[in-house]
């Protein structure tokens, strides 16, 4: 039960124009959101994140939108850029009952971004 | 500050045998969590710890264990190896109040065959 999706597994953009990374969701106890950008043989790096109570985030060239009722958020990067190239992770979390900082990370596949110079 | 440090990096094991992945977490960091990632399947979380106690596990089979130490760093165990085991084991660490500020190692590749 794949309750984060990244319906897309690659995306090829080109360079300059703007990337858009799509996530949809279907636990509706969801309450954060994060977007985590990976290069082989790296770990994940945290990007940009959302709290259900905005629909807009925004931090430099990344822009994170939020559109609850859909289920859906999208990741916005302008202009992109050749070190863009990666996989892109999107990933959910649930409120905490005991309201611990470090709720478990629901992952989706993943997109990998291709910028095309 | 150093990141999060996890050893060793490359690990081929043959089926049936055990295996222990070590992840030493930012200093400070007192909560640990660790994820599989597999062609596919995108990261799967498996579990987290916090001040030597477990507080949330995944949807993995027994054969999968791990624990904290005092000084925060974590051991994730593997008991009877099998060939879908093969994946990269992510450990990722954060503060106590961290929504999103979770900071991953580069990861562990097992390779069982």
């Known amino acids: 039960d794949q309750q984060v999706k990244q319906n897309s597994p690659s995306l090829s953009v080109q360079e300059g124009r703007i990337s858009i990374l799509n996530c949809d969701y279907t636990?509706?106890?969801?309450?954060?959101f994060l977007w985590y950008k990976k290069y082989p043989a790296e770990g994940p790096t945290f990007l940009i994140s959302?709290?259900?109570?905005?629909d807009k985030n925004e931090d430099g060239r990344f822009t994170v939108f939020l559109n609850k009722s859909a289920k859906h958020l999208s990741l916005h990067i302008v202009p992109s850029q050749p070190g863009d190239s990666a996989v892109y992770f999107c990933a959910a979390t649930n409120p905490s009952i005991s309201n611990f900082g470090n709720e478990k990370l629901t992952f989706g596949t993943g997109t990998r971004l291709t910028i095309i110079p | 500050k150093a990141g999060v440090t996890q050893t060793p990096r490359y690990l081929i094991k043959t089926r049936g045998q055990q295996v222990t992945l070590s992840c030493s977490p930012i200093s400070g960091h007192r909560s640990v969590s660790w994820y599989q990632q597999t062609p596919g399947q995108g990261l799967q979380f498996l579990f987290e710890y916090f001040s030597e106690t477990q507080r949330n596990k995944g949807n993995f089979p027994g054969r999968f264990s791990g624990r904290q130490f005092s000084n925060s760093r974590s051991e994730m165990n593997v008991s009877t190896l099998e060939l879908g085991d093969s994946a990269l084991y992510l450990c990722a660490s954060s503060l106590e109040e961290g929504r999103g500020g979770y900071t991953f190692g580069s990861g562990t590749r097992l390779t069982v065959v």
């Open positions: 959302i709290s259900s109570i905005k």
């Open positions: 636990n509706s106890m969801f309450d954060y």
